[in-house]
């Protein structure tokens, strides 16, 4: 069978990356906005993917995907489409990758490796690359596609368009051996329009992992927090999807409700700093 019969391949199903948390910091060059995908979003069989909107602005920018038939099983990843053509997506999004022998191999990337305008990049109109490519019949990969073998934490480098200007990011992914199985991890972008990013690189203080000792919930436009009395200086701000804090609260160690019903109904960013690290929440305003 024809390798470009599997490119040429419809997506079948996508599957949404649930439950991401958002995190946002001063970098070096600006402020990188990082998602972590929580749980992790694994895409397990032929005809399955999951979508990425890089900037959670709820319009989805790529897509990775498992697709093949009988014989072969292959990882691929596209800017958002629909059918062959970018209904839906951004004609301008495009993925870091080479062309060698007219096929489109998306880049593996290592931690700290420049994202930037230098590329390579595949080219726009929804270009498809492949990850890695298996023959299930003898186990091989024949071809010289980056993600072939089994890879652990290989980055993903993502150019995108949003209100007239260009962002890069990256995606981190778990790939198995026969290409069955993809895992998205997380996800970040330099909010500095055409701002090189590093692969991998995350704000400063998301490190600092604090969500086991906070309870956060919001109903009805009511956040209900509970944070542990070792937490301390702890300040929430509200984030819009421009990037505006509209709101910014004090907080205090054990229960606190906090009113946003003032808000305009949307999506918006809950970033909650101690002294002892940092925890994000998306919210939605009704």
Do not use: H
């Amino acid at each position: 069978m024809k390798k470009s019969t599997i490119l040429d391949k419809k997506i079948l199903k996508y599957m949404s990356a649930s439950a991401a948390v958002l995190a946002t910091g001063a970098s070096a060059t600006g402020q990188i906005i990082y998602t972590d995908v929580i749980p992790d979003a694994v895409v397990a069989g032929q005809g399955l993917s999951v979508n990425i909107d890089v900037n959670n602005d709820l319009t989805d920018d790529f897509i990775a995907a498992v697709v093949g038939n009988t014989t072969v099983n292959a990882a691929v990843a596209v800017p958002f489409a629909t059918g062959t053509a970018c209904a839906g997506g951004n004609v301008q999004n495009e993925i870091m990758g080479t062309m060698p022998s007219n096929y489109d191999y998306v880049s593996r990337l290592s931690l700290n490796d420049p994202i930037s305008a230098t590329g390579p990049w595949m080219g726009t109109n929804c270009v498809q690359g492949t990850m890695g490519y298996y023959v299930i019949a003898n186990g091989s990969s024949p071809y010289s596609e980056n993600w072939n073998n089994g890879v652990t934490d290989g980055y993903m480098g993502l150019k995108f368009e949003s209100g007239g200007n260009i962002y890069y990011g990256w995606a981190r992914f778990d790939v198995s051996a026969d290409q069955l199985t993809l895992t998205l991890k997380d996800y970040a972008y330099e909010s500095t329009p055409n701002t090189m990013i590093p692969a991998g690189a995350m704000p400063v203080g998301i490190s600092e992992n604090i969500t086991s000792q906070i309870t956060f919930f919001n109903s009805n436009n009511i956040i209900t927090l509970k944070a542990d009395n070792e937490l301390t200086n702890g300040v929430m701000k509200i984030i819009s999807t421009t990037g505006q804090i509209v709101k910014e609260i004090k907080l205090v160690s054990g229960n606190q409700q906090i009113d946003l019903s003032e808000l305009a109904g949307g999506l918006y960013v809950a970033n909650i700093t101690f002294n002892e690290g940092v925890m994000t929440r998306k919210i939605t305003i009704k």
